[in-house]
């Protein structure tokens, strides 16, 4: 899944069970950075509890953790 059809879902979420809440870990490519990481290093945990997945918000930062190893 793309972070396009997670932003979908969450929003879908939000506007139709608005206390429920889900949480996706995004990974990103290897590629994605100048020097080799492993792969719990580069991936980070999205609830779907953040204002950038509510309608008629203003907000759109994510604030993401780090996965604790």
Known sequence: MDYTDLKQVFQ??????????LTAYIVFTEDSFARLYPLLSRTYSVSSD????????????????????
């Open 50 to 69: 953040n204002k950038a997945f509510w309608t008629r918000m203003g907000g759109y930062s994510i604030p993401i953790q780090a996965r604790k190893k």
């Open 12 to 21: 879908e979420l939000k506007r139709n069970s608005p206390r429920e809440d």
